[in-house]
């Protein structure tokens, strides 16, 4: 009896220990999509619509063939759970190699090259017409704020920066600000 009320004690010290650590993982998680949201606000504000030097199709006119920014298995989708069921993926999260290229989707401008917390070394591109794609958690970033880029230039290498455990590209794309479904703007094959 005492050895099963003793079990007992210590599985629930332990699932305590769980829920008080996700618990610290989703209030972790709130803040950085707090950061995040603020970033995009700025980014949206200050950018505009951009005047493109360059005659690119616009970008709306691309959904499903759009080029992957790399290569490797979908490690985490869109919209799928994220932590408890509470908190879901706003963008997708490429499982590949670490110092993988990753490349920009499509012609635009570097609005955002440097560390956020919770997204490690991150890369946001203005496609003009409201359009913005993210590159999070790299290991170097190979271009600077305002500079253009062009479809499958290589802006960033594959990390694990921002505390994750595996090498990976969070990719997300954002519609007036708001994050929108990346899957179905990329390619059907990798």
Known sequence: MRAQRAERQETLKQLQATIATKDQQLKANEKDQERLKNLIARVVRVSGDLENPVKAQNINTLKG?????????????????????????????????????????????????????????????DHGHGILSLYAHNKTLYKNLGEWVNAGEIIAAVGNTGGQAKAGLYFELRYKGNPTNPHRWLKKSA
């Open 65 to 125: 063939q759009l080029p992957w920014p790399t290569k490797g298995p979908i490690r985490h989708s869109y919209n799928s759970q994220r932590i408890s069921g509470k908190v879901r993926w706003q963008g997708m999260v490429i499982g590949a190699p670490s110092d993988s290229p990753v490349k920009s989707v499509h012609h635009g401008r570097v609005v955002f090259s440097d560390y956020l917390r919770g997204h490690g070394l991150l890369v946001i591109v």
